[in-house]
């Protein structure tokens, strides 16, 4: 290789890996102060601690459909669950749905009817999802998702198309209201994909975002970019 091109070179490949380096060692020191590791399952269990919970909680915006046995004045086609958590039924009027799931509510509502009917037998039927989850940052389809019931991070991020090529992997956060407040947690996909961290389980209402790998973004504008835009602003 001659003088000339050997300096051509250089000019070439040496920006590259200048900028390269600065950038792994910036997106290799990602702040947060999100437990992540063994602490985040404290913030977000997975999915074998609660392994007994394997029933639909019902919460605001789920449709019900109410049988009550031989007592059609007291059934109810379709009834929401308003956002404070109650439906409203006939001569009961409102009751706690929230939380329950929906054999749990008929056990509640037979208590409440036996006021007014012998005997009560009531069904209650989940006839439209109304919760959901967040879904945003690096996937496929960002956007809300209603909870079919049981669901894992690694489900939840196939419903939003999965993380995309440029999506940081390590930097994927959930975050959950637990009593009240807000809380987070960072997980990594990749070891929970090789088995080697537990699947977190999803619950209504939760939001999760993934991050993005500012290296492998940044990487791919430099190669686009024009030859003659040695310097480019990242």
């Known amino acids: 290789m001659g003088s000339k091109e050997a300096t051509m070179w250089k000019m070439k490949i040496l920006p590259a890996i200048c900028i390269a380096g600065c950038l792994a060692l910036a997106g290799c020191n990602v702040p947060s102060d999100l437990p992540q590791g063994g602490m985040a399952y404290g913030v977000i269990p997975p999915e074998d601690a609660v392994a007994g919970q394997t029933q639909y909680r019902l919460g605001p915006q789920d449709t019900l459909s109410i049988n009550v046995f031989r007592e059609p004045e007291v059934s109810v086609e379709a009834v929401q669950i308003d956002p404070a958590g109650n439906i409203d039924l006939p001569l009961i009027g409102p009751i706690r749905a929230e939380g329950y799931s929906p054999a749990q509510l008929s056990r509640v509502i037979e208590q409440a009817l036996t006021r007014y009917v012998r005997n009560p037998q009531v069904a209650v039927s989940l006839t439209q999802i109304g919760q959901t989850i967040a879904v945003e940052g690096l996937v496929g389809q960002p956007g809300l998702y209603p909870v079919p019931g049981r669901l894992s991070l ?5 419903l939003a198309g999965s993380p995309t090529e440029f999506a940081d992997t390590d930097r994927i956060f959930v975050f959950r ?16 994909r090789a088995g080697l961290d537990p ?5 209504p209402g939760d939001r999760i975002a993934v991050g993005e790998n500012t290296l492998g973004r940044a990487w791919q504008n430099y190669l686009s970019a024009p ?8």
């Open 199 to 203: 699947d977190p389980l999803i619950l």
């Open 227 to 234: 030859i003659f835009n040695v310097f480019r602003a990242f």
């Open 177 to 192: 209201e637990i009593d009240g407040r807000r809380a987070g947690a960072r997980f990594d996909i990749r070891r929970i």
């Open 154 to 158: 690694i489900e939840a991020l196939a």
